[in-house]
């Protein structure tokens, strides 16, 4: 396994979906857990050390509301996390605010509100450094995102 992709509850299946989505594109294999930093500590620091001795190379949390589970799984690894948050109130922007809010030395990525599949690509990204293959898939990805929009507005839009 290169990644995990943990999240706090059932209610963020849908929004972390998106991360597996991207994931899965590049071949990158994941496994996914519901675990939260407030109502299972010990089981998600023991899920924490699992993948550290599995050789995961990177994990994706989503968190909403207090949106502490990317900053407690970044205390307790070295591994990059990436935190998404999760819309449960106020748009999002409380559990944005707490996740790239961390205390220095101790850092956690963020993507967008709610844009798990942003969370896989910079996973893809970072992986990509050290997997030639997967660089080269991310190059020819970019590239033909590139192609498709200059073909779609090639000729100018009609307003």
């Known amino acids: 396994m290169k990644a995990a992709i943990i999240f706090g509850s059932k209610s963020d299946v849908n929004v972390m979906k998106g991360a597996a989505e991207c994931l899965k ?8 857990f519901i675990l939260s930093a407030h109502r299972v500590p ?28 990317p900053g407690v799984i970044a205390s307790h690894t070295t591994i990059p996390v990436i935190g998404v948050p999760i ?17 220095k030395s ?6 967008g509100i709610n844009n ?14 050290k997997y030639p293959k997967l660089g080269k898939k991310l190059k020819s990805f970019r590239l033909n995102i590139k192609d498709k929009f200059i073909k779609e507005n090639d000729e100018g839009v009609e307003l």
């Open 25 to 32: 594109e590049f071949g990158v294999e994941y496994r996914a």
């Open 42 to 69: 010990e089981k998600l620091i023991e899920t924490i050390e699992h993948l550290e001795r599995e050789g995961c190379e990177c994990i994706i949390a989503g968190a909403g509301l207090a949106a502490h589970l």
């Open 87 to 103: 819309n449960a109130s106020l748009m999002g922007l409380d559990s944005l605010l707490s996740i790239v809010q961390m205390p």
């Open 106 to 111: 101790i850092p956690v990525a963020a993507v």
């Open 116 to 129: 798990s599949y942003n969370a896989g690509m910079l996973a893809v990204q970072i992986l990509s450094i």
